[in-house]
């Protein structure tokens, strides 16, 4: 059995308000064995291994609710483009030449990018779902990848049929860190046919689906004038929203379509820094939490944002909001860290073993180092994260009870050949 204990170590759990004062965490095997007052931890026995948070502050991994993860290869290829002209002209056609070896590649560049930024969580949607799938077990990351399904890309049945052996295989395969999910694109690029066979197959299989929702004012209006109703009321009528659904971006919503996110418990992955730099608008998020609506946080691809740092999208989250409604107290720094972690965990359908640090979970945890002048004095931890930290504060990353980064250096990854990989696929495809 392995034994890992954080010591002397300020504790954000995630459940209650508050930090609890020199504390410690226990893992045994992976799953947290003990969380709270130091004092009440027993003497360690023999051969634990142990790591010091003197001047840390540990917190849940955070959650990236939604990303196109090898996107890392596109980062800056076509900026300041609206959504549209930016699929169609740029991102499509580029990625019509990826391998798996890109995807591969990719993926790991992003990983490497999301546990320095202490993410130790993704849900992902592209292309060669397995190449990402096999990148993130390699590297020890829990991820929950799926393939997108288009309905304008080849045997649109049997993608779906492929999809639908990909997730099953992968709920053996991933090791307790990698669960597939089903992912047609969105709406507007999957028909009504292709949507309802998804939502068939999640039902009698009982698979998650992980889909682009409501993101744009265009697409609302020609699924307005395509169906007469929104595009959340138009998934709901085909049946898609009956089991679990992981929904990006979320921004133009009725008061309808927000009762009906809410009842079905769609997870919402809001991606405020891609929903602004796309100029897609501002998702009504005061309102999705006063309705009870499950509400977690995305970066999207490094292609629109242009990072994987959730820590950013966390301070977004709590800033913009405030502007759109001229309420200082909209989204406040308990709102927004809850979103990073156990909102993003409740959004992907895995908040029984992530996403708080509780006795039985998995110890996913980071230790921030909060001692330098820009987070000092030390007021409330909660805040100080939110407002002042930068990812860079991410001192240690734990993965399952195991140490993927310790004091800024990776335990056993090889970043610089990653780096490498990466960049000689992505200059490869740009010609």
Same mark, same amino acid.
């Given at each position: 059995m392995s034994v890992l204990?954080?010591?002397?170590?300020?504790? /954000?759990?995630?459940?209650?308000?508050? &930090?609890?004062?020199?504390a410690a965490l226990e893992a045994r095997d992976g799953a947290i064995s003990f969380v709270g007052p130091a004092a009440a931890l027993p003497p360690a026995e023999p051969g634990v291994e142990h790591l010091d948070g003197e001047g840390m502050l540990m917190l849940p991994g955070f959650v990236n609710a939604h990303t196109h993860l090898a996107m890392t290869l596109f980062?800056?290829?076509?900026? %300041?483009?609206?959504?549209?002209?930016?699929?169609?002209?740029? &991102? /499509?056609? +580029?990625?019509?030449? @990826? #391998?798996?070896? %890109?995807?591969? /590649?990719?993926?790991?560049?992003?990983?490497?990018?999301? &546990? =320095?930024?202490?993410?130790?969580?993704?849900?992902?949607?592209?292309?060669?779902?397995?190449?990402?799938? #096999?990148?993130?077990?390699?590297?020890?990351? =829990?991820? @929950?990848?799926s393939g997108v399904?288009?309905?304008? +890309?080849?045997?649109?049945?049997?993608? @779906?049929?492929?999809?639908?052996?990909?997730?099953?295989? /992968?709920?053996?395969r991933g090791q307790g860190l990698v669960t597939a999910m089903l992912g047609p694109h969105a709406p507007y690029t999957c028909p009504d046919d292709l949507l309802a066979d998804v939502a068939a197959a999640a039902q009698e299989h009982g698979l998650s689906i992980h889909i682009h929702l409501s993101e744009t004012e265009h697409e609302v209006q020609e699924s307005l004038a395509a169906h007469g109703v929104t595009p959340v009321r *138009?998934?709901? %009528?085909?049946?898609v929203l009956e089991g679990h659904v992981a929904a990006a971006h979320c921004v133009h919503l009725t008061d309808e379509d927000i009762a009906i996110l809410t009842e079905k418990q769609v997870g919402v992955a809001h991606c405020p820094g891609s929903n602004m730099k796309l100029a897609s608008g501002f998702?009504?998020?005061?309102?999705?939490?006063?309705?009870?609506?499950?509400?977690?946080?995305?970066?999207?691809?490094?292609?629109?944002?242009?990072?994987?740092?959730?820590?950013?999208?966390?301070r977004l989250a709590a800033l913009i909001h405030k502007g759109r409604t001229g309420d200082p107290t909209t989204v406040n720094a308990d709102q927004a860290l809850r979103m990073a972690t156990s909102g993003g965990a409740k959004a992907l359908g895995i908040a029984d073993h992530?996403?708080?640090?509780?006795?039985?979970?998995?110890?996913?945890? +980071?230790?921030?180092d909060l001692c330098g002048a820009h987070t000092q004095p030390l007021f409330d931890g909660e805040s100080q994260v939110v407002y002042a930290a930068h990812s860079s504060n991410v001192d240690t990353v734990i993965i399952d009870g195991q140490a993927k980064l310790r *004091?800024?250096?990776?335990?056993?990854?090889?970043?610089?050949? &990653? +780096?490498?990989?990466?960049?000689?696929?992505? *200059?490869?495809?740009?010609?």
């Open positions: 204990r954080i010591d002397n170590v300020d504790v /954000w759990t995630g459940v209650d308000r508050g &930090i609890v004062r020199n980062r800056g290829y076509a900026d %300041d483009m609206p959504l549209k002209p930016w699929l169609e002209e740029k &991102i /499509w056609p +580029i990625e019509m030449k @990826l #391998q798996p070896e %890109d995807v591969y /590649w990719g993926s790991a560049l992003g990983v490497v990018e999301m &546990i =320095r930024a202490g993410v130790t969580c993704f849900n992902d949607m592209y292309h060669y779902p397995e190449q990402g799938a #096999q990148a993130a077990l390699d590297l020890g990351m =829990r991820a @929950l990848p399904l288009l309905g304008f +890309i080849g045997d649109v049945k049997g993608n @779906l049929q492929r999809a639908i052996e990909f997730t099953l295989e /992968w709920q053996t *138009h998934l709901s %009528d085909l049946g998702a009504p998020v005061p309102e999705l939490l006063a309705s009870g609506a499950i509400v977690g946080l995305g970066t999207d691809g490094a292609a629109s944002n242009n990072n994987l740092d959730l820590l950013e999208e966390t992530v996403g708080t640090l509780e006795v039985g979970k998995r110890a996913d945890c +980071i230790l921030m *004091h800024h250096e990776f335990v056993d990854v090889d970043e610089a050949q &990653i +780096i490498a990989k990466a960049s000689a696929c992505a *200059h490869r495809l740009m010609g």
